[in-house]
């Protein structure tokens, strides 16, 4: 308990006596100070208990007290106290009234009692506050070690929020709410992810203060680097005191602890998923997962899908964060929060390949980031159908394929089932197939130019028609020979059968990926 007016009043040896103020007075001092200035205000700085023989003071002056007890007061002086027997035989009554009208603590100080005493008292009373927050501080963090080797974060937080008589909370770098306490202050900690989303984008370490008085929410960033890896909420309904700073100081160190692994950790694991996941893609699950162990759970024996991101096109900020690096990190977020394991891997510093369960809160995280913050983040990605350990290779493919079809479309995400179940045209748009399809037709096209026929025409009407002379030859309105001298002259002109039905398809889809006009 911080030492109060009250304490002073009980203290047998100092012997003071409330002559004003009786029910201010277990306000707390911070100090006491003499000073026999007519206005001492300018060097005080609040919670002082000022000590006067009035030496200086016109102290039977009503006016002049009125005006001095005030300003003491809007200075947050706690109190006054007034020595007799040096100059004033008894406390002034001018100085009493003031004192009254004002509701200010008025002590009166006898002369055998000398200031210093009264000092002394306040120091060790200080001192001994101090020393017992110091204690707790201690005892808190001792408690919380404790609860973080044995339990994990989540315990810290419920010792943390019972040492600050209030609540606490958890967030990942995202915002997301990983541990609150007690149970009611979940939804609390949920309205102040905008403020932590804001809290990120300072560099570490950042703090903040939100809420009203009623509910003071001090914001904590948690990260060893600039990087800002989490966030702590301490709600209470006051001003933290000694104690519960230090017991916020010792959360902040152990979270940190437990939310960002060392360096060395993070690269002896980013090297066990490098060595799994090329065992895996070489078809041999059996070593993958005896080398993974159990460190990712039952991820390797369950279906899973494999996405591939990289950067998307265009100019970046130096400034902004790296998308990859952000992406794995909002990944392995969701991942934490639902207890699900995944492997991220970095390929080189401008591709990053996933491993996550399929259906998996993951795998969702990864679509909602790809779609709500593409522009900011700056990914492409390309995600693989559910597969299994023996068909990783195959998995890789895909997810290649589907990340080449989401740059030509811009999108930021693409499935391979929407290759499989889609068609097969819009994937013509790439502009190598433009070339090629270009270059087939072009003999064709300086052919019609020339006004002797019209082959481009025919050539699609028969292929769309199967190859049936008369009802392709009814659909351009010529005589079914004009149509069989003029695919003589596409065979001539191309140097191609157009019995062979891989000629036949090449065309096709050559026609359908120029949409039959020649290249400009």
């Known amino acids: 308990m911080p030492l109060t007016l009250a304490s002073l009043v009980q203290h047998s040896a100092l012997k003071l006596t409330v002559r004003a103020g009786e029910d201010r007075l277990d306000t707390p001092v911070r100090w006491a100070h003499v000073s026999e200035l007519a206005d001492p205000v300018p060097y005080m700085e609040g919670g002082e208990l000022l000590m006067v023989t009035a030496m200086k003071l016109d102290a039977e002056n009503p006016e002049a007290m009125r005006r001095y007890v005030k300003r003491l007061s809007d200075a947050g002086v706690v109190g006054l106290g007034f020595a007799v027997g040096v100059n004033y035989d008894e406390t002034p009554q001018a100085l009493v009234d003031a004192a009254r009208d004002e509701d200010f603590p008025l002590l009166e100080v006898p002369r055998r009692t000398p200031f210093l005493a ?23 963090q001792r408690e919380m070690t404790r ?8 315990a810290v937080i419920a010792r943390l929020a019972a040492h600050v008589d209030g609540w606490a909370a958890l967030y990942d770098a995202s915002g997301a709410v990983l541990a609150a306490a007690p149970e009611w202050a979940a939804r609390r900690a949920g309205r102040l992810t905008p403020d932590v989303q804001r809290l990120r984008e300072r560099a570490a370490p950042a703090s903040a203060v939100v809420g009203g008085t009623d509910d003071r929410v001090e914001l904590q960033s948690l990260g060893s680097g600039r990087r800002v890896r989490g966030a702590l909420a301490v709600g209470t309904g006051a001003p933290l005191g000694t104690a519960e700073r230090y017991a916020v100081h010792s959360a902040i160190a152990l979270l940190t602890l437990t939310t960002e692994r060392s360096r060395s950790l993070q690269a002896a694991e980013q090297r066990l998923g490098v060595a799994v996941l090329r065992m895996m893609l070489a078809g041999q699950p059996d070593h993958a997962r005896a080398v993974a162990g159990d460190l990712y759970g039952e991820l390797l024996d369950a279906p899973f899908r494999l996405l591939i991101a990289e950067p998307a096109a265009g100019d970046r900020d130096p400034a902004a964060e790296a998308p990859l690096p952000a992406l794995a990190e909002s990944l392995e977020a969701a991942a934490a929060r639902t207890g699900e394991a995944v492997l991220t891997v970095p390929e080189g510093e401008e591709r990053l390949v996933v491993l996550a369960g399929d259906g998996g809160a993951v795998a969702d995280a990864c679509g909602a980031y790809a779609e709500k913050e593409a522009e900011e983040a700056g990914v ?27 740059r030509r479309r811009g999108r930021a995400l693409v499935e391979h089932e929407e290759l499989a179940a889609g068609s097969v045209l819009p994937l013509l748009a790439d502009d190598a197939v433009r070339a090629f399809a270009d270059g087939m037709l072009r003999a064709l096209h300086e052919h019609d130019a020339t006004g002797r026929g019209d082959l481009v025409a025919s050539l699609r009407a028969w292929l769309s028609r199967h190859g049936q002379w008369d009802a392709a030859a009814a659909d351009l309105g010529v005589h079914r020979h004009t149509l069989r001298y003029r695919m003589r002259r596409v065979e001539e002109i ?21 949409g039959g006009a020649p290249a400009s």
């Open 380 to 406: 492409v990605v390309g995600l693989s159908a559910p597969t299994g350990p023996i068909a990783a290779g195959t998995a890789y493919k895909q997810a290649e394929q589907a990340l080449s079809v989401a």
């Open 118 to 140: 009264i000092s002394k008292a306040v120091s060790a009373a200080v001192a001994a506050d101090q020393y017992r927050a110091v204690t707790a501080g201690f005892e808190a």
């Open 147 to 154: 609860a973080a080797l044995a339990e994990g974060p989540a």
């Open 494 to 514: 191309l140097g191609r059968s157009l019995d062979d039905p891989d000629v036949r398809m090449e065309l096709w889809l050559a026609l359908k990926a120029t």
